[in-house]
């Protein structure tokens, strides 16, 4: 394994090539521990009753044979689910740990942001912290000394800067770490959920600081779980699973594909029945229900942004049968979300097979778990009832967001129309 800050190609930043990184599962004892252990070892063959237990001395590998190049000037998400090896890949650029084996070369200077706030004394004040910092992560007294006002506006902890930082709130403690590490003139940035700090405002700057800084021609590495705002800022996205790359490319591409096959959604987007095991009876029975987006397929992901349509497909065997199919619809709390039915349309049906569909537009649910129950009524009665039939998960949107990617309250999310209009009043 090898680190080199040569400069290879003038427009690639960072190449990773063959990178391993392993680890040993064998506990790591302490000396009394391992005393011990080794008096139990010593009694044990005097006494006859057995020997030593054998210690496991597998390893485990974190990353496996990755490779990619990252050219000056992008912004690249890291995504994947915990333990896919997201952070191990940061540690090893930032030169935490090395890599078992591969190599990785950089082209100019590397700035890290992996756990915001590490180094900062809780008894020194905000000012000094922010020397302390900017040491730890590279930076010369000359450039913090040059940039002292600008960190401190960004952060906007200006009248608290020569209060000891035990005495700042969580929230000034992130803006005031992650506003030294946004000022590090380094060509390369590599980040760890940086948009998991401060409110609306402050989240809005920290994206227009990322965006410029890969406008000024640096590049920018950035792990989140955040999809939203991955799908936002990156152009570009690398997607971990088990150690590997299993995807590298367009934004929108990459995270299709994380979400449709390794994301774990919760949710049941299609059921299929043949007449021997179909919901039902001699009379009517299901033979198939879906959840999936428009102009898509069972399974493929659901965001709040876009519309997507529920179907039910059954057959009937009463001539001019008065039926109506419900769906009630619920989110993860068991609340009602709504209760939509054809009740609307001529509820008599022919003998045969059919199939209905229910359009949702799109921003009307909030994201999250969903649900859907089917009622049959039949003959005005409660003929059959299904509950959380099928379900699927809505995904956040960056529509209407404006740079905030927090929690968005409620359990709806309409875009309604506004109107502003001035007032002509004294």
Request: net charge negative.
């Amino acid at each position: 394994m090898s680190y080199d800050h040569t400069t290879f190609e003038p427009e690639v930043a960072v190449t990773v090539n063959d990178v391993w990184k392993r680890y040993s599962r064998q506990k790591r004892m302490t000396l009394s521990e391992t005393i011990t252990e080794y008096g139990r070892a010593i009694g044990k063959r005097i006494t006859g009753k057995g020997r030593s237990e054998q210690r496991d001395d597998g390893v485990f590998w974190a990353l496996k044979d990755v490779s990619f190049t990252i050219n000056r000037g992008e912004i690249v998400g890291v995504v994947g689910n915990n333990g896919a090896g997201k952070s191990t890949l940061l540690k090893i650029l930032s030169r935490i740990t090395p890599p078992s084996q591969g190599t990785v070369r950089f082209s100019g200077r590397v700035g890290s942001l992996l756990e915001v706030g590490a180094g900062f004394h809780p008894d020194l004040s905000g000012r000094e912290n922010i020397f302390l910092n900017g040491a730890i992560l590279g930076m010369s007294k000359r450039e913090i000394v040059g940039r002292m006002d600008e960190i401190i506006d960004f952060s906007g902890v200006e009248a608290f800067i020569d209060m000891p930082v035990k005495h700042y709130s969580s929230g000034m403690y992130m803006r005031l770490a992650f506003a030294v590490a946004a000022h590090l003139e380094s060509e390369i940035l590599l980040v760890d959920e940086v948009l998991a700090v401060g409110d609306a405002n402050f989240q809005r700057k920290c994206l227009d600081r990322m965006s410029n800084v890969a406008k000024s021609g640096r590049t920018i590495l950035m792990v989140s779980h955040n999809l939203t705002a991955v799908q936002s800022l990156c152009q570009r996205t690398l997607w971990f699973e088990g150690g590997q790359l299993r995807g590298d490319g367009r934004t929108a591409d990459v995270l299709n594909e994380y979400l449709k096959l390794s994301s774990g959604i919760d949710g049941i987007p299609l059921k299929t029945w043949d007449r021997s095991n179909a919901p039902g009876d001699d009379k009517f029975w299901l033979e198939r229900v879906a959840i999936y987006p428009a102009g898509g397929q069972p399974g493929d992901p659901l965001d709040i942004g876009s519309p997507f349509q529920v179907e039910v497909d059954y057959a009937n065997e009463i001539e001019d049968a008065d039926i109506n199919v419900t769906w009630t619809v619920h989110n993860a709390e068991g609340i009602l979300l709504c209760d939509i039915g054809t009740w609307d349309s001529r509820p008599t049906r022919a003998r045969g097979h059919y199939r209905e569909t229910c359009f949702f537009p799109a921003d009307l649910l909030n994201e999250g778990p969903v649900y859907f129950s089917l009622q049959v009524i039949r003959e005005h009665e409660l003929a059959y009832e299904m509950p959380r039939l099928i379900s699927c998960e809505l995904l956040d949107s960056v529509n209407g967001r404006h740079g905030w990617f927090g929690h968005w309250p409620g359990v709806f999310r309409p875009r309604f129309p506004w109107t502003i209009a001035k007032l002509d009043k004294p």
